[in-house]
């Protein structure tokens, strides 16, 4: 029987053989089989996952009736029970937070099992992609993680832990390292052999280094060979979950005491640096303000955020912002503002190198147009970066825009400004197409200008433009 | 009382076979090593076990790694 393909499984949801989930017409639901239904049952009866929902530190989630669940005959004779949860939108990945997103996200991680321990459950996975941004705050999503702990068993998930979030926050905290690229280069995160090379001489002092990395990289090393059954070994020398504990209260002050390591960035004063007058930027925020207000858009993508200025007044008229930029620093400056609206996310993006399609047959992890496709993208004062130093064509640029969303609020600074010239100074001028009326004709190949307006400099021209066949 | 662990650990480690490795076990074994003063015991009785066999190993062992 062929499967069709709304009732294909989420690419990304096969290691658990007890459960899979389902995206149908926009719904999360999560097929259980026997024994993690009943795992579950006996979650929604302890205190602690009580605490965890009503605290919001667990996506919201309700078992379905059989006759509620939207899939077909097929797909529903796999599973014995059915789970439904709320929608997150968008899902996004590790590799696109910043320090702090992580830590948070590790926090949250040690403290459900911290809690989970005290009522002999325990979380078998300790990775990222099982938490994700729900109104700024990370939550749990993966709730078949939670099983009952085996007495003598030790933490299941401590290696991944260290993988997926202890070594990647060291490396960036003690190293000044970017764990991105690295998280985006191995789905398993990085591996402890290879953290023990990048956290090497002075490094082993630091704290944790000796015991998580270094002295596990030997154990590792000289232990992955053995025929003993290491598990039954532990539980006859009386392991217990006082051990489990002790071990997580460590890793949770390890990690709280873990800072970031941004020095001022380029772009780190960006709202002091910009070249134009407090006039005409009163103008651009105005233009921005009623274009967003008239759009209403859903999903909006802020390309080039930099601390969020402008995703803030997008945020007042979308239901959801991704404030996307290349710079760390001020990404990590906006998720730590107290007043930032919970509906901007700050996300690690670049355009001329996005999140793609990966891991197992290239659906396990997915690019950012398919998990949150624009309705709009704000896109201000980015073009000269994409076409000078991306040596993006201008046509190119517009093909793309034009493929990706239906409207744009996009500025073009002029080749005179001296941002541009910047840019050219030490390169030989081939970027004859990189011109206002080459842009806006360039534009109108796909787009309807409702709206434009040049800024007094006369250098920056904002445009608000819609695909009318797109809505 | 960890650099007595971490010495007893390195004392008595066997070569590790050329077959799968289980990054996993060595994770294992670290866990019992960050359980502080509570993991003494466990280390102990541990270790006292894979001392002993580690010699009645060396007695039985004919050399022959199953491989594949």
Known sequence: MSTSPEYRPEGGSFRDRNSRVYVVDGRIVRGLSRKALEAFDALTATAFYQRAVSDGHVVPTWKMAPEDVPLNEHARGQWEGFLEHERIQPVTYAYEWTFSMLKAAAGLTLDLLESALEEDFTLKDATPYN??????????????????????????????????????????????????????????????????????????????????????????????????????????????????????????????????????????????????????????????????????????????????????????????????????????RLYCQEDRPDNILPLLHNVLDPSPNWGWRLRERRDLPHRAPPDLLLCLAVIHHVVITGHVPLDDFVDWLAEITPAVVIEFVDRSDDRVQALLRNKADEYEDYDHDAFRLSLQRYFTIESKLTLDSGRRHLFYARQPDRS | MKKFLVTMCALLVCPPALAYLDPGTGSMLLQVLLGGVAAIGVALKLYWHRFTSFFQRGKSATGNDPGE
Not at chain 1, 200 to 228: I, N
Not at chain 1, 271 to 276: L, S
Not at chain 1, 302 to 325: E, K, M, P, W
């Open chain 1, 131 to 332: 938490i994700q941004f729900r109104h700024g705050q990370p939550v749990l999503i993966d709730i078949p993680s939670f099983e009952h702990l085996r007495p003598g068993s030790p933490w299941v998930g401590y290696r991944q832990f260290c993988e997926m979030f202890l070594f990647p926050l060291m490396l960036h905290s003690y190293r000044g390292l970017d764990f991105q690229p690295l998280l985006r280069a191995g789905i398993d995160g990085i591996d402890v052999q290879q953290a023990s090379r990048m956290l090497h001489g002075r490094d082993r002092f630091r704290r944790g280094v000796m015991s998580h990395v270094w002295l596990q990289s030997k154990l590792v090393a000289r232990h992955g060979g053995t025929e003993r059954k290491v598990g039954q070994d532990l539980e006859k020398a009386g392991f217990n979950k006082a051990l489990i504990q002790a071990n997580v209260r460590r890793l949770r002050k390890l990690v709280s005491r873990l800072e970031g390591s941004d020095d001022i960035t380029e772009w780190g004063n960006y709202a002091e640096m910009h070249n134009y007058s407090a006039e005409d930027h009163q103008r651009k925020e105005a233009f921005v303000e009623a274009c967003l207000a008239k759009a209403k858009p859903g999903m909006t993508w802020d390309v080039g955020s930099n601390d969020g200025q402008f995703s803030r007044i997008a945020a007042r008229h979308s239901q959801q912002v991704l404030a996307l930029d290349v710079d760390h620093s001020s990404l990590e």
